[in-house]
């Protein structure tokens, strides 16, 4: 029964990474013809629409949210659906898919870090250890930019969407305890596309101008990485340990390599792939944890049974 319970997890982890991956080359494709803000309306908007498709298709009433999930909510709306769509779309003006998704992808250090603070749940060494690991890896790959101040400007806006996506996981979770998690990726969602508002004569304008092959990414952005994606990792996330589940998302990286190097014939450079495997590294090491001490056995009574 356990491993029969545990495949439809796996297959939503495994539909979430290939989404993920898919977006980063997705966004870099299209982000000549599409600004920053005008995309992430765009994806977020036909995001929300497939979400309450599903929740509708799906049958399941509204549940409630206390005061202080909603406070979550918001939290997870604006910084993992609209401040991280913003600046990620934003660094891939600047930086290759690939080097985009390995800075990215230091996520879940901010994650723990953020747990060790909000949650009270410490800071182990090996997190202190990965932190600084990773910090150095991110430098490396300033250093592999620094002909240009552009490609520095990317790595920032990297930071900051890595800072929104581990703020989104960690209020996410908690909610997640009690409101269904299709629920809960559509409300967040919803939040997120009102936080893009504003861009909404600049994304009517981009659109007119645009080609189908742009127009048809940004629906496959809302519609696969955006509402599937992000429901498949709540329903893992809902069933699985969230630092487990962070782990799985160091496959998105070299996918990304992978797909931007068949679709878009870019390759990142030599020093940012190394510095990319380091932040890598350093997220592992975080995610290390020290021996546990066994307990000393008790010897057992003459005649006892195992």
């Known amino acids: 029964m356990r491993t029969r319970s545990a495949v439809p997890v796996l297959a939503a982890v495994g539909v979430t990474v290939l989404a993920w991956a898919s977006a980063f080359v997705g966004i870099r494709a299209v982000s000549e013809e599409l600004s920053p803000g005008a995309l992430a309306l765009g994806r977020l908007a036909v995001g929300t629409v497939v979400l309450a498709v599903l929740w509708v298709a799906a049958g399941r009433g509204w549940v409630p949210p206390t005061r202080r999930e909603w406070g979550l909510l918001a939290v997870c709306g604006v910084g993992w659906f609209g401040v991280y769509n913003l600046a990620l779309n934003a660094a891939e003006r600047h930086l290759d898919a690939g080097t985009t998704a390995m800075l990215v992808n230091t996520g879940p250090i901010l994650i723990a870090l953020f747990a060790g603070l909000w949650l009270g749940e410490g800071f182990p060494r090996w997190l202190v250890a990965g932190i600084a690991v990773a910090f150095a890896g991110v430098l490396l790959i300033g250093v592999a930019g620094r002909g240009a101040d552009a490609d520095v400007l990317g790595v920032v806006f990297c930071v900051v969407a890595a800072v929104a996506y581990a703020a989104g ?93 068949l679709l878009l014939d870019e390759v990142p450079p030599a020093l940012a792939v190394v510095g990319g495997a380091v932040c890598l590294a350093g997220v592992a090491l975080s995610r290390r944890r020290g021996r546990a001490r066994r307990p000393a056995p008790v010897p057992q009574e003459a005649g006892a049974t195992t």
């Open 169 to 261: 996981v960690v209020a996410q979770k908690p909610v997640l305890r009690r409101l269904p998690p299709l629920q809960v990726t559509a409300t967040a969602c919803a939040v997120g596309t009102l936080c893009c508002l504003p861009w909404a004569g600049v994304l009517a304008g981009e659109l007119g101008q645009a080609s189908a092959g742009s127009i048809a990414a940004t629906v496959y952005l809302g519609a696969v990485p955006t509402a599937l994606a992000f429901s498949t990792w709540a329903y893992a996330l809902a069933r699985t340990d969230a630092g487990r589940l962070g782990v799985a998302t160091y496959l998105v990286p070299p996918l990304v390599v992978l797909l931007g190097w």
